[in-house]
DNA sequence: ACTTTTGTTAACCATTTGGTTAAACTATAT
DNA sequence: ATATAGTTTAACCAAATGGTTAACAAAAGT
């Protein structure tokens, strides 16, 4: 009695909604979406937002989990893995730019929410156990500084540079695109170069 | 007649307005401000608000230029000077950090709201003139590329992991603290830190 | 067939929010 | 002292906005 049917023309309307609202809060942010424009952007009525979505706070709190969750354990899922260092930071560049090459927002979005409110979305939303935790990385860094491999640095710094390169061009992308005068199309091939360039300048600058 | 005189206790109000305005705006973003919020920060009627400026786009407009001015300006001075290459990314590093020390919502809060209407805030706001230019500095890079004192690096690329390492951290505060769990005193220290890391770092990637 | 559950809407409501008004207060000039 | 110009406030207003209601439509269960 669950089951769900239906008409031919259109899809599943919480699906419409959510996707919707990801458009939405995606680009303006919690305090700046409007439930009507949800509404309009998902072609429903307002009240049906609220007939799926309890309110604006809940909608909101769906679509920024679901976002988060590809953002963040990519993060754990490369940093803890037992794949050499070098070929970390090049996974770590490639299948970050490839999901923001996707998803241009994302970075904002997620950096922006959290600056709203930290405690609330770094805490409460996952349990204490799924964060990002990059400590395995770290050590891993440190390691290879004692063996003598690569040059002496502070694993935190290092991280902070990957972090910045990868990230950084996505969430200044419209300073960065007005600026350079390039175009979306060559924003997008300039990233995809970066998959290379990144790890190849950190490479160089740490490689002993 | 225009004189203004003051009682010892509160200062200039349209002083305070403006610091309130900053305080609220910068935290909160445009979309997120209360004009509430403005005046119980200033310690003010609202109604006063409106007396000095206009509304609150046009108040909203006065903090983000005064803000912009700041962020924006020292890029030309630093990268359009005839300071030799090596020396531009320590002054970058040095005195963008310093600034966002004393101003960490600075970056986050022009990226946002640039994010919000790009063409409005960097083209109607600025005249296409005092935009930062960083044309000298791409340019200085090739040279020494062709000099053969450095490697074979794109400028564009070079100036996002400039960028990038350097500002990034301040925009994803929030975030690097909580997930480093370092507090607010260590991130100083760290980004302190960061303005010698930072050149070395490059210096130490791109030296032939 | 008809009852019940689920999905959807138009109209409405309450609160928030940006903005206005008119009156009061303060300092200065005459 | 009194008029004048500039400053500040309490009270108010209209629009925007999140959310509710009641009626209606479509499906599903019997």
Redesign the interface.
Known sequence: MVKKKQTAKDLNAEEMILAAARKVFMT?????ARMQDIADEAGINKALLHYYFKDKEKLFETIFLQEAKKFFPKINSIFNSDDPLFEKFERFATEYIDEMQQNPYLP?FV??E???D?DQF??SIWGSNN????SKFLAQIEKEVKKGTI?R??P??LL??L???????F??K???????QIDELQFRA?ME??KK??PK??I???LK
Chains 1, 2 share one sequence.
């Open positions: 303006k942010g919690m305090a700046g904002w950096i922006n959290i600056n709203r930290p770094m805490y964060l990002p935790n990059p040059k640095i502070s935190m710094h902070m540079n972090l910045g390169m990868t990230i950084f061009p969430v200044a419209p300073m960065i695109v007005r600026n350079m300039a170069q970066r360039e990144i300048f950190i160089d600058a740490i």
